[in-house]
């Protein structure tokens, strides 16, 4: 039997990405946002609220990076989403995170997080709270490759469980894609 939870915004996994954007004085910024995903090959949508700095600092820029949170760094993540830009001007630096000037878009990447994309604002709505953004690039540091490729094992990237409120890491292999499927006939 099922239980029903009516129109919620629960989904598993559901990521956690890090927003990292300047500010118009050229200060680094950073959110937490778990509402987000791949939207096409080149695209990332994600759902923020206007009121956040980091709304009006990509907006300003038209540019923002999005790392993706990991188990090294969950603390330092949170605060960022607990914090507000506008209430804590310096909560980048205060979460122990260093700017390093992204090289394709007017962002900041963060050097502790070693996943990040780097992206061009495409549209941001405010009735919505659509952001929509183009990937001009995927960088990742050579701590979380193995031969060459991006290894989840080594990145140990955290899901976010809004039914509890509660951090998750991923990483554990359990199968082949496009290819354990071919065992059913």
Not at 76 to 103: L, M, N, P, R, W
């Amino acid at each position: 039997m099922r239980k029903n939870f009516g129109a919620k915004a629960l989904l598993f996994p559901m990521p956690v990405l890090i927003i990292g954007t300047y500010d118009k004085d050229g200060n680094p910024d950073a959110m937490n946002a778990a509402w987000g995903g791949i939207a096409d090959d080149t695209k990332i949508s994600i759902c923020l609220s206007p009121t956040h700095k980091t709304v009006e600092n990509l907006k300003e820029r038209g540019a923002f990076t999005v790392s993706v949170a990991d188990k090294k760094h969950v603390v330092e993540c949170d605060y960022v989403g607990i914090v507000s830009g506008y209430k804590v001007s310096d909560k980048f630096s205060k979460a122990g995170f260093h700017a390093v000037k992204s090289q394709n878009v007017d962002a900041p990447l963060i050097e502790e997080l070693p996943f990040a994309l780097e992206c061009k604002v495409i549209s941001y709505d405010e009735k919505t709270c659509c952001l929509l953004g183009e990937i001009v690039n995927v960088c990742a540091d050579e701590s979380i490759l193995s031969d060459g490729k991006i290894d989840i094992e080594k990145l140990q990237p955290i899901t976010y469980n809004p039914s509890v409120h509660t951090y998750h890491v991923i990483g554990q292999k359990v199968g082949n894609a496009f290819s354990d499927g071919k065992k059913i006939s």
